[in-house]
Structures are given as C-alpha cells and as structure tokens.
C-alpha cells in the first residue's frame, strides 16, 4: 500500500504524455543503447533510447546500419559516424550488446516525429532522425571538425519553429515498433530492405 505524503500536494503533475511528439532540436541524454542483430537476416542496428533534458519526454531511434543481405546502410552509418565523433566515445560493447559508456551522455538531436499505425491497428510515434549536434555548442559532426558557425542548428529551429504537437488518434501511444525482442521491438517484416 502506498503512503500519503503532504509534500507532493502543492506540486504539479506533469501532463502532455511522456513521448516526444513535436519535431525539433532536443538536448537530450542517452538513457540506453544497444546494438541489435536480426536472428532471421544479417540486419543490425544501433538503438537508441534518449530523453530530453528540458521535458524528460523520450523518443526512440531504430538506426540500421547493415541490410538484410549485411551490406551496409551509408545513410546512418554517417549518422552513427557523427554520433561517436560528438560523443567522443568509441562504441564499447559488451556481451549483451549494450553500450554503457553512452549511457547518460548529452547529445543533440534534430527529430521528426509522425503518427503511423502500427500492425495491432493502434497508432504510435515514428521518429526520424535528421541529425546529431553538440548540445553545448550547437554544431555538427562537420561543422565542428572544420570550425565553421552553427549555421544547421540555426536552420533546424527555424524549420521547426512552428511545429504542432502529433496527436494519436487512438487510445493507446506506443513507439512504432511492433514486436518485443527484450529490449528494442523490431519486427523483421518492417524493415524496409
């Protein structure tokens, strides 16, 4: 049984969900990461679990690197590229797959975010990584590498400015991926290559 406690009676209570459902720029922290490996097909995937700093709304990033066949993804093995070159930490996996020494690290995310309906007819949020910054500084993988100004971050937040909220239209908000392997649910049948 719970206890009444008389402090939590002046608070708020947070509302809005606990999803990320606006596109924008977000300072986030890294609260879990792992790489993924397809039983059925050479796929992987760096998965990425963060939440932002500001709000602790969280979001999900599924990136694959390597396609059904094991070649690999050009596209986000740049992102993950970025991500390390930011970070400034060398990937180290243990056993299990996990990447520890991310975790609770600060990264800059640009994010877009969509409703989709997922294979039990409910919907749920579809993130779509469009880049990584430093949070501190707001620059790129590029632009910090060759001292040039934030000019992305700057255009980021213009672009997403007047962004609305997604809303679901169904009772039930869920990250877009359908099946639970223990940590990321990736169903094989929706990976698109």
């Known amino acids: 049984m719970f206890n009444y406690d008389k402090k939590y009676v002046s608070e708020d209570v947070p509302t809005g969900g606990t999803t990320i459902n606006v596109n924008g720029c977000y300072e986030c922290f890294i ?29 999900w990033l599924n ?17 993950l590229s970025h991500l390390v070159y930011l970070l400034g930490l060398t990937p180290d996996v243990d056993n299990n797959g996990v990447i520890n020494s991310w975790t609770n690290k600060a990264i800059g995310v640009f994010l877009t975010v969509k409703a989709t309906t997922l294979n039990n007819g ?30 992305t971050y700057k255009k980021m937040k213009e672009r997403f400015a007047n962004s609305e909220p997604v809303e679901l239209t169904s009772t ?3 990250n877009y991926n359908s099946v639970d392997d223990g940590f990321f649910p990736v169903n094989n049948d929706d990976i698109p290559f």
């Open 31 to 59: 609260t879990e990461a792992k790489i993924w490996k397809s039983d059925t097909s050479q796929s992987e995937s760096l998965n990425l679990k963060i939440k932002d700093a500001k709000t602790d709304k969280k979001a």
């Open 63 to 79: 990136l694959f690197y390597k396609k059904k066949n094991g070649e690999d993804i050009d596209f986000n093995l740049r992102h």
């Open 122 to 151: 409910n919907q749920g949020y579809e993130f779509s990584l469009q880049g990584f910054y430093d949070p501190n500084t707001k620059l790129t993988a590029k632009e910090k590498s060759e001292n040039l100004p934030p000019e």
């Open 172 to 174: 039930t908000s869920s």
